[in-house]
């Protein structure tokens, strides 16, 4: 289903009267050349200043103001369309008065409404040139052409205004979302598919331009305890605290993610060495951490930390740090261990 606003009617309800407002200009010209009769400057009130905000009314009050507001649409046009007979098809503020109307048309963002609202404003033509015997008079004088110069400049500034702000406002939107997609909601560090290719990046660049490259895999230890004894919503804390400490402690162009539950991953362009010290600089930290709503809750990690393999792609290093972890695990917890290049090259 189509997304329809139902505050359409107000974004409309300034372009309609500006629209409405300055096209009675070349229209007024034009009737004061042609010595039209009261009808005519009665319709001329009623559709160019009294229409716009009627038409508003009428939308604010329907039980939906959507399809009300694109009936309006189609009144504008049948509107339009009477008065290019009236005028005696006078070339140019015909022209301009059906090139505003339909421009409106797609402005509104409403689907092919443009498209449905040309029967109507030709229907329109054809119902009143019929009635004014379709008198025809194409030449437009020098007034004429000064009348309609305000309606082609406010008009289309005011429409490009209006799509520039709606363009700026998509974008804002679209930036918030890509930052939504990159970063974890629950602790900010980047989310699983954005380190990925993050880390990817790191790892060719090791390869091509012998990058050094680190990668750290860490969790929570007895983080389910936690959970269970606890609460999920401690849980959730001592996550964003672990990740509070990984921007605190590693370095800033570190690239840190999280896999999923309590399991953090880190791609560092150092040597193991000067990982290995930051692992520990981390785990010390994460260590000495206090909850004071929660006394007695300590926690700490388990780290494993692996070298590129010499062959193989992401997956193969995160193997080679799930291993590293896996032995840190079984070695009692709380502990750093790091396979040694020969091993990362034949880890599982």
């Known amino acids: 289903m189509s997304f329809r606003p139902r505050y359409l009617h107000r974004l409309t309800y300034p372009f309609r009267v500006l629209g409405m407002g300055l096209a009675a200009l070349p229209i007024g010209v034009v009737l004061y050349d042609l010595q039209a009769g009261w009808p005519a400057w009665t319709w001329l009130v009623l559709s160019c200043g009294i229409w716009p905000h009627l038409a508003y009314l009428w939308a604010r009050r329907s039980a939906d103001p959507y399809a009300a507001e694109a009936r309006n649409f189609l009144i504008d046009s049948i509107l339009a369309g009477s008065w290019v007979p009236m005028m005696h098809f006078n070339l140019l503020p015909s022209a301009v008065l059906v090139i505003v109307v339909t421009a409106d048309k797609v402005n509104s963002g409403i689907p092919r409404l443009w498209l449905r609202a040309l029967p109507a404003m030709l229907l329109a033509t054809l119902v009143v040139g019929m009635a004014t015997g379709f008198e025809v008079d194409l030449a437009s004088r020098t007034a004429v052409i000064l009348a309609c110069l305000p309606i082609l400049a406010i008009h289309t500034l005011a429409v490009s205004s209006n799509i520039y702000r709606l363009m700026r406002r998509v974008q804002a939107q679209n930036l918030q979302l890509e930052e939504m997609t990159r970063r974890d909601g629950l602790t900010g560090v980047d989310s699983r598919g954005h380190w990925e290719q993050q880390a990817r990046r790191l790892l ?145």
């Open 204 to 348: 060719q660049r090791h390869r091509e331009e012998s990058v050094p490259a680190s990668l750290l895999l860490l969790d929570i230890d007895h983080f389910k305890t936690i959970n269970d004894r606890h609460g999920h919503g401690v849980g959730d804390d001592v996550l964003r605290a672990l990740a509070q400490r990984m921007r605190d402690t590693l370095p800033a162009d570190g690239i840190r993610g999280r896999l999923g539950g309590d399991e953090f991953v880190v791609a560092l362009a150092l040597p193991t060495d000067q990982a290995l010290a930051h692992a520990e600089r981390l785990r010390a930290a994460v260590q000495a951490l206090e909850f004071p709503d929660q006394p007695g809750l300590e926690i700490s990690i388990s780290v494993g930390l692996a070298a590129p393999p010499a062959a193989g792609d992401l997956r193969a290093w995160l193997e080679a740090a799930d291993a590293a972890l896996y032995r840190a695990k079984h070695g009692g917890r709380n502990r750093t261990e790091q396979l040694q290049p020969r091993e990362t090259s034949h880890a599982p």
